[in-house]
């Protein structure tokens, strides 16, 4: 994807502390699954180029997906590592239709790449996210 010696952080979270984040960041007053933080964006975003940024995850909210989809606790965290890396260099769900189908044929890709075939991934393709 373009990002040959890049790093990021992967955090993991509880509600609360998601909830929060998402109302300061995102002005959105409850959890949610996965959130993204770029780091190279913005006026200082070329100081640390190879640094991509921080992906969170609600360890509470992943675990109610997994029961929710009847999918393994450990491809539901895949999946939502995916989908925040995918932020990370740019793609976005919510921009348009064909936004969220490139970003959801990429998903697909890298998640073939960690060994999950597409239909252990039926749930996600169904959600559109």
């Given at each position: 994807?373009g990002?040959?010696d ?14 929060r984040l998402?109302?300061l960041?995102?002005?959105?007053d ?17 100081i640390?180029p190879?640094l ?25 965290l ?7 890396i995918?932020?990370?260099v ?16 990429k ?5 073939g790449?960690?060994?999950?075939s597409?239909e252990?991934?039926d ?6 996210e």
């Amino acid at each position: 994807m373009g990002f040959i010696d890049a790093e990021l952080s992967i955090v993991i979270v509880d509600d609360g502390e998601m909830a929060r984040l998402n109302l300061l960041y995102r002005r959105v007053d409850s959890t949610t699954d996965v959130l993204a933080f770029p780091m190279h964006e913005g006026e200082f975003g070329d100081i640390v180029p190879e640094l991509l940024g921080d992906v969170v995850i609600s360890a509470p909210t992943a675990h109610v997906m997994s029961g929710r989809f009847q999918c393994p606790l450990p491809t539901i965290l895949d999946v939502l590592v995916v989908h925040g890396i995918l932020h990370l260099v740019g793609y976005d769900h919510e921009g348009s239709i064909e936004a969220s189908r490139q970003m959801q044929e990429k998903s697909v890709e890298l998640l073939g790449m960690l060994g999950h075939s597409r239909e252990v991934l039926d749930w996600y393709l169904k959600s559109g996210e």
